[in-house]
């Protein structure tokens, strides 16, 4: 039965797509991988059909009733699949189904008019984007995996019944308590077919489904693969039929899953070994699935006394993840003072040889980010991550909208007066014309207010949709399974939970350039006017090349250690600290700031025209707290003095850097030493996140075709280490040929 | 005091343990063959010009007191002869390709910078190199400074060429952590071919170090059709020796070409590079002598 991964891994990389078919990468769900039997339910067409006659039917009852027998048709329905080349169960319509019925609908009937028309003013101009936040959950796994989906289903009945006992319903409740039993009484129908579909199976593996399938329908899960199928079940009805995405695999999936691994070696119910294979098959359901934001899930941390969270599975899941040689799930390494160095180590080493999907985030940060915002030190310590780098308490809210804003975008808006070349719109106040700005603190000041008004004029627009959110999309699966919500029996985006909105900056490090820019070539050094640097960015620079290199030279930038460029950059991150400080959103709740450009430093470059720092317009902005591509020329030590001039304490979201290193500055036993000096160093000094890049032979080549994105970029030769660019083409082809005859 | 500094490298992970800043003394006493610091040979400053770099912008044109710089057929010209180093086109240069070479420095201005990276040093058990060029060539400003980073605390290294007197090393020996020491040549025939001079002091001093109880780090060069048959005897020699902690084979490049050709160099580096068999077989011979060669 056991040892089939090698074989088996062709079929799961074909279960949601066919390999080496074309795809949309925003929408992978649109596809489907091997075929189902035909007789285990209908097809995607029958099941549209059939949710559309049923919506129809039931349009007088309420949102959250509505989609529950949504909810319920799909799962009734679907075709399913017990595979003998799996261990995790298949379901074949995941193409988010109950949009079009329990979604778009409602949205345009709760949207105000006025406040999208204002988000979309901001968003086609590329000063931010902000909507509401469908995307950023992580269900109580606790609730989850102590009380299995039966438990879940008890608990609803039982907490409502008291909510009648102690004084009656609410007629709200009572249609949040009917949609989440509708749902839950489906999956645990859905587990019941998947049970006897799977008692007709004669293949190896069928016993084993049955028996696991056995128990999730009539209870908690009693063991690690139940658990893990428990969690993978969860996941994929909750992102794809509750129509929210999860984001983390347990409360830190070696803490979550330990107590079943405990259990399982102290009864010999399974060997390590078969539960490196069932991690192995459980990894490979996201890498098969593919998004392109990557599956999160994090390991190590501590628990609420403070006691590291690691354990002997946290090795083995590291281990097991590393052997498959995949990306995705990407996994968050929480470090903390006490965490064992041989586990930071065992995750260094998997950096060192070219794992690019391990990010460090520093455990002490966290905590003293959610107690900023509110947090008791214990929950702060017992906390999750959500997502690339954000950080929450375990049942304890989610981010209701997010706003990704363009810092940039600012920096152009006072070259315009407020006027938005890009979408040829007014889109902020009037802050002077050129000639008004006759000093640097003038020019910084109107930069500042820019970024004011639209930051509060966009905020305000998305407070008025905030409410609607739960109502547009009734949580049914989340709400269910959180102890708090069951026990108000409100739906947790509807202040079941205490829900937070955040704002990212996007392209900070390209906005400190550009402002450092401006001082020096318009008012230092007086070589052209605000309105003759305004014409070459209005001609995208063309015919001003010697300007743009002028420009390109300046020796103030972010990421280099130049304390003015980085103290510009601390200041930029206050104001906006600043500006959402005190304020609250629509659910009452407070703001986080995050650094963080998710796709941002691409979509927001795309619509920045030319920009003082001399790129070029459409070009990448900068991306986390990372510098403009080029601008750290000291290396990794300078750039990190950089980043942490930001107060991080105030960033209290998430604050990412990116690191990037030549394979050669880390080879060997002390280049994990090397590693490891740079991310403690980091942490000690106050960063959240770090993440590394240690580039190969087709990097090169691609830094040779262009060197512009890569100045930074250092090669060890021998005794010493020298910047990419310096080296003429000739050497450079050495280079490369030797970093391919290294990887021989 | 002061000496001339040809580059401080921060984030330097392969001069010695850990992350270190290896600050880099100009002028050296040998002359090797295959040198990659060739900007670190002479004493002087020297201004280097990249021409791949140069956008012919001119701009260095109209800061150059002596008419160095100079265009031709729309082409910028560098005329070397005409040069004093005065480094005043170099912040002009749009391309990037104007680089200075050589600035004097005090301990006093040295030490911040040294010591930015501290934090770094003690997460990796890293610290400040010293090298060159032959950084012993200024023993009393080493020393100086070396004691100077011993008092922050800071773990040091001195990497040099052995070719100096003996009482430079007795000078910098009690602040000095950790010598990298070269051995390019046993045989004194084959270093005069290679480094121009004999290794006869370089192996005396090394005798001398390591009866002095100093922690030694060895590195080879390793140049085919020059030392590469030298390895066996230099590991029978320092067989003999007791307080090696490593040798370190290193593979040799020929990418410096690039800077002969910008300081107006004959370029002498050696066409062959060693294969990766060859390091190997080098390793396996030295460790076959009990060292802990890498």
């Known amino acids: ?744 | 005091m002061k000496a001339k500094i040809f580059e401080i490298k921060r984030f330097a992970v392969h001069d010695g343990d850990g992350i270190r800043t290896t600050v880099f003394l100009k002028g050296c006493p040998l002359k090797c063959v295959w040198c990659h610091n060739p900007e670190g040979l002479t004493a002087k400053t020297e201004l280097a010009y990249y021409a791949h770099k140069c956008v012919n912008c001119a701009e260095c044109l109209k800061v150059c007191p002596t008419g160095a710089h100079f265009i031709e057929n729309g082409i910028h010209k560098f005329d070397r002869s005409k040069c004093t180093a005065c480094g005043k086109c170099v912040s002009e240069c749009l391309g990037g390709a104007l680089t200075l070479y050589g600035k004097d420095y005090t301990v006093g201005e040295l030490l911040p910078l040294l010591i930015a990276d501290k934090d770094f040093y003690a997460h990796s058990n890293g610290g400040v190199t010293i090298s060159g060029g032959e950084c012993l060539l200024y023993a009393d400003f080493c020393l100086e400074l070396l004691k100077e980073l011993k008092k922050s605390g800071i773990n040091t290294a001195v990497d040099t060429c052995g070719f100096i007197p003996k009482t430079a090393l007795e000078k910098v020996l009690p602040y000095t952590d950790t010598f990298l020491y070269d051995i390019k040549a046993y045989d004194e025939s084959v270093h005069i071919d290679c480094t121009g001079y004999s290794n006869k002091q370089i192996l005396e001093n090394l005798k001398f170090l390591d009866e002095s109880g100093a922690k030694i780090e060895i590195r080879v060069p390793y140049v085919p059709n020059f030392n590469d048959n030298q390895i066996d005897k230099i590991g029978k020699f320092l067989a003999k020796l007791k307080n090696i902690t490593k040798v370190r084979v290193l593979p040799y490049h020929n990418y410096a070409g690039s800077k002969y050709d910008s300081l107006g160099l004959k370029n002498t580096l050696p066409l062959t590079v060693p294969t990766k068999q060859e390091i190997d077989a080098a390793i396996k011979k030295l460790k076959e002598y009990g060292l802990n060669a890498m």
Not at chain 1, 70 to 98: K, Q, S
Not at chain 1, 383 to 400: H, P
């Open chain 1, 1 to 744: 039965m056991f040892k089939t991964l090698e074989q088996d891994r062709p079929f799961i990389e074909n279960k949601f797509h066919i390999v080496g078919e074309p795809f949309k990468p925003l929408g992978r769900w649109n596809y489907h991988g091997y075929a189902y039997d035909e007789s285990t339910g209908l097809t995607d067409e029958q099941i549209q059909e059939g949710l559309k006659a049923l919506s129809e039917s039931i349009k007088n009852e309420s949102h959250p009733v509505q989609k529950g027998k949504c909810f319920a048709y799909v799962l009734d329905n679907t075709r399913i699949d017990i595979n003998e080349h799996d261990y995790f169960i298949g379901m074949w319509t995941w193409a988010r189904p109950l949009t079009p019925y329990c979604r778009w609908g409602w949205e345009t009937e709760k949207e105000c008019p006025e406040a999208v028309e204002t988000l979309d003013k901001y968003e086609y101009s590329g000063v931010a984007f902000g909507r509401l936040d469908y995307d950023h959950t992580v269900p109580d796994w606790d609730s989850l995996l102590e009380l299995g989906f039966p438990g879940i289903l008890q608990r609803l009945h039982d907490n409502y019944n008291e909510i009648v006992k102690n004084g009656g319903a609410t007629q709200k409740q009572t249609e949040m308590y009917k949609g989440c039993v509708i749902a839950y009484e489906s999956i645990v129908r859905f587990i019941d077919r998947l049970y006897k579909y799977a008692l007709t199976k004669t293949h190896a593996k069928a016993k084993t489904y049955a028996e696991c399938l056995k128990n999730l329908r009539d209870g908690a899960p009693t063991n690690t693969y139940e658990a893990l199928q428990l969690i993978w079940l969860y996941f994929f009805i909750g992102e794809h039929i509750d129509n929210y995405q999860v984001r983390s695999l347990g409360f830190g999936l070696d803490s979550s899953v330990y107590p079943f691994f405990k259990k399982d070696m102290e009864s010999g119910k399974f060997t390590k070994e078969e539960i490196r294979e069932f991690l192995a098959y459980f990894y490979m359901q996201f890498s098969a699935i593919g998004n392109y934001w990557n599956q999160p899930m994090y390991l190590g941390g501590r628990d609420r006394n403070g006691n590291t969270r690691v354990s002997e599975l946290s090795y083995i899941m590291l281990d097991v993840y590393d052997k498959l040689d995949i990306h995705n799930p990407k996994i968050q390494i929480r470090v903390a003072n006490n965490t064992p160095k041989d586990f930071v180590y065992q995750a260094l080493k998997m950096v060192q040889t070219g794992n690019k999907s391990l990010v460090f985030c520093n455990d002490e940060m966290i905590t003293k980010c959610l107690m900023s915002k509110g947090a008791t030190y214990e929950d702060a310590m017992d906390s999750l991550i959500s997502g690339c780098y954000e950080y929450g308490i375990k049942d304890g809210g989610v981010a209701i909208s997010g706003n990704l804003t363009n810092v940039l975008k600012a920096v152009s808006l006072v070259f315009e007066n407020g006027y938005d070349s890009y979408s040829q719109k007014q889109v902020s106040i009037k802050t002077g014309e050129l000639e008004e700005l006759k000093t640097f603190k003038d020019f910084y000041n109107a930069f500042l207010a820019h970024i004011e008004y639209t930051t509060d004029d966009y905020l305000t627009a998305l407070n008025k949709l905030e409410p609607g959110i739960a109502d547009i999309n009734p949580s049914l699966l989340f709400s269910g399974a959180s102890k708090r919500c069951s026990k108000t029996m409100t739906d947790a985006l509807d202040n079941g939970l205490n829900n937070g909105s955040g704002i990212s900056l996007s392209g900070l490090g390209t906005a400190v350039d550009a402002l450092m820019v401006v001082e020096d070539l318009v008012y230092n050094k007086k070589i052209v006017t605000l309105q003759e640097l305004k014409t070459a960015l209005d001609n995208n620079w063309v015919g001003y090349e010697a300007l743009r290199h002028k420009a390109l030279n300046c020796k103030h930038k972010y990421g280099r250690g130049d304390e003015k460029a980085d103290n510009y950059a601390a200041s930029i991150v206050r104001f906006y600290h600043k500006l959402i400080a005190n304020r609250k959103n629509a659910h009452n709740c407070g703001y986080g700031l995050e650094i963080h450009s998710a796709r941002g430093f691409i979509s927001h470059g795309l619509k920045t025209l030319a920009t003082p720092d001399g790129r070029r317009a459409g070009e990448e902005t900068s991306k986390n707290a990372s510098p403009h591509a080029g601008s750290d020329t000291q290396g990794v030590t300078a750039l990190i003095n950089s980043a942490t001039t930001i107060d991080t304490a105030i960033v209290t979201t998430g604050f990412c850097l990116d690191v990037t290193l030549h394979p050669t500055s880390v080879q060997g036993e002390s280049g994990v030493d090397v590693l490891y000096g740079v991310m403690r160093t980091y942490m000690d000094k106050g960063g959240q996140s770090i993440q590394f890049n240690v580039f190969d032979a087709d990097l090169l080549r691609d830094a040779q075709a262009h060197p512009e994105k890569y100045e930074n970029l250092q090669v060890r030769v021998c005794g010493w280490n020298v910047l990419w660019n310096n080296m003429p083409k000739s050497e450079q082809d050495m280079y490369i040929l030797r970093a391919e005859s290294l990887n021989k």
